[in-house]
């Protein structure tokens, strides 16, 4: 009696876990899938400096805003046939916490820039775990709408609303001023109208402030001229603890390509010739010093070092790993 009744329990458990599992199956396959990635942030510990890399959206760099010799756009679109990942690029902006003070240098694109690809800061900042309103200064490198858009909201809000921006003054004069808007292309016209209304709020706030590139803004921040690509695009070396890292704005845009032909500009240069020079001066000086560089172009999140290989120079992105570490086990191998 006890085997019987035994074997009608196994029987009944048995059916009971097919119908489970015969019930769980279907509803696997039927799971949506999400198109959406995970807010981006990563991490990484300069001295006492907390950096923190905050997505903005990812694109393709187009190949016709590059500019350079035939022999070395013929030897780009070669490449590109071999990798048709050689253009990508990312959107990033950067947050130090300095332990004092929260600082973004950027702001990324917001909705004034790249038709729906970017816009995405802000919710990476919070998934980081900080709000718009503890952001304290904006450090700005230069005011095309890939860098300020995250600023503003088209209808005019300051999405910053404690922040005090800083741009240097031949930057804010440039493409602040109407009557060189009136004179430039038609093709530039636009950046001269996003710069505007998106620097309007902070203006009237008055939160706008600009610099001569010679007096302090922020304890142990040195300001960069790098001249070329806009009248006064600026970079921002952050040091603490002897280490040290640079937020180098549009120094480069399509990393595969520039790092091995610092040469080539692109179509957004205001001084092409200026841009090239600037490179060529910045790029061996890096590559010879233990200088974490921040560059919102490259692929995020846009942290890493340069090394000379042959004529030219690759990035070495940190590593998916303890922040904490990171920049002391690479200054150890240097």
Known sequence: MLKRTSMRFVGVLLAALASVV?????????????????????????????????????????????????????????????????????????????????????????????????????????????TPEEVDLVLVTHLHSDHIGGLTTRDGKRVFPNAEIYVAKSESDFWLSRETAAKAPKEVQPFFESAQAIAAPYIKAGKWHTFNGSEPIVDGVQLVSLSGHTPGHTGYEFSSKEQKILFWGDTIHAHNVQLQHPEVTVVFDIDPTAAAATRKQLLPKLAHEDVVIASPHMLFPGLGRLHEEGNGYTWAPVRFTDPWVEHASSSQQH
């Open 22 to 130: 015969g019930g769980l199956t279907p509803a696997r396959a039927a799971a949506p899938q999400h198109q959406d990635q995970v807010p981006g942030f990563f991490r990484l510990k300069v001295g006492d400096l907390e950096v923190t890399s905050l997505y903005d959206g990812a694109a393709v760099f187009d190949l016709h805003w590059l500019k350079a010799e035939t022999a070395t756009m013929d030897g780009v679109v070669k490449a590109l046939n071999e990798d048709p990942h050689l253009l990508d690029v990312s959107d990033t902006a950067f947050l130090v916490n300095t332990g004092k003070q929260l600082i973004l240098v950027d702001a990324g694109s917001g909705t004034w820039f790249g038709g729906g690809a970017f816009g995405h800061l802000v919710e990476s900042l919070r998934s980081a775990g900080y």
